[in-house]
């Protein structure tokens, strides 16, 4: 009697029906969950809309990446100097000083050894509710070259850096995260690898290319030390990235990124995730463009005082790479220019 029950649950058509099921059920889900999920439509405008750095006199106003032609014959202003550095920052008025100080020894070291180096820092206050932004301004009075532009309102981090890199007026653009958790002389790692990828100096800024800062070589290390839950965690998070974003980075989410001026004007205008998935739909978009993507190692240790909350950030980045794959591939979001 078993065995013809069996026999009949288990059948082709009953299998076939279920997995027809399973499968109407998974897309509508995921159907609801972009529904539900709002993202912000921002405009060209937007992007152009002059920028005044913070407690400037007089006031001054940032650089723009972009043209304010659309159609103009480069979607790129003329670079002014060799590298701008953008940090994003949120409540960081404890943090940012120690990872100023190593940035400004670098680049004020090397400006000296080589009169062609010129550069700027950006640091971008995502809406602190402390003192950040002050902060930053007190060590701009005794070190050289950094401004800071204050958002309104928080963005998240994806949308602070867009806004740095979007006022940026370098050939080479690096983002920095503001915890110093890499060590910052590693800038000439992703340098020398975007110069061999654009055929050496001097470095036509018109080069699209990406480079970004690897802590692949230390996962072994790192899962030594965390918790069986958290190991867990991060490799399901690996898995959903190469699932439903990235193919060819295995570490997508340092936060040390080079790209040329060419390619920061063609892709941060277009992100669409603001939070802190930004990184899987910027390298998503290298991908489908074929644009270069170098991956080189950087050192790096954990640094206390992270924003990110493990579960919950976490899962908020897992949904966002599923909406990545979802509505470009379905064409809620295309890869044209605002």
């Not at 006199?57 to 480069?74: G, H, Q, T, V, Y």
Request: aromatic residues 12%; charged residues 25%.
């Amino acid at each position: 009697m078993w065995e013809l029950v069996s026999a009949e649950l288990f059948s082709a058509s009953n299998l076939f029906l279920l997995g027809f099921m399973i499968s109407a059920l998974a897309v509508s889900s995921v159907f609801t969950l972009s529904h539900i999920t709002p993202w912000v439509r921002r405009t060209r405008d937007e992007y152009l809309t002059p920028e005044i750095v913070y407690r400037s006199s007089p006031e001054k106003e940032f650089s723009k990446l972009l043209e304010s032609e659309r159609d103009a014959p480069k979607r790129y202003t003329p670079s002014r100097c060799y590298l701008s550095v953008v940090i994003p920052a949120m409540n960081e008025s404890e943090r940012i000083e120690i990872m100023l100080e190593d940035c400004c020894d670098y680049l004020e070291k090397r400006s000296k050894k080589d009169l062609e180096f010129s550069y700027e820092i950006i640091v971008v206050d995502d809406g602190s509710t402390d003192d950040t932004a002050d902060v930053v301004v007190g060590i701009s009075q005794r070190r050289q070259n950094i401004r800071v532009l204050k958002l309104k309102a928080n963005r998240g981090k994806g949308g602070a850096v867009k806004m740095g890199v979007l006022h940026s007026s370098g050939k080479l653009i690096l983002f920095a995260d503001a915890d110093g958790a890499t060590k910052f002389e590693d800038f000439e790692v992703l340098e020398k690898e975007m110069l061999r990828a654009a055929g050496g100096e001097p470095f036509d800024e018109s080069f699209p290319a990406v480079v970004v800062g690897s802590r692949a070589h230390l996962e072994a290390a790192s899962v030594a030390e965390r918790s069986f839950f958290r190991t867990v965690l991060m490799h399901g998070f690996h898995a959903l990235v190469w699932l439903f974003a990235v193919r060819t980075v295995r570490d997508t989410q340092c936060g040390f990124k080079l790209f040329s001026r060419s390619i920061a004007a063609r892709i941060f205008p277009v992100l669409h995730v603001e939070r802190w998935a930004f990184d899987a739909e910027l390298i998503f978009l290298c991908e489908k463009w074929t644009v270069p993507v170098s991956e080189v190692s950087v050192r790096w240790k954990e640094i206390e005082g992270s924003k990110i909350t493990p579960i919950w950030s976490w899962l908020q980045m897992g949904r966002d790479l599923v909406l990545i794959w979802f509505r470009y591939n379905i064409g809620i979001w295309t890869d044209s220019q605002p």
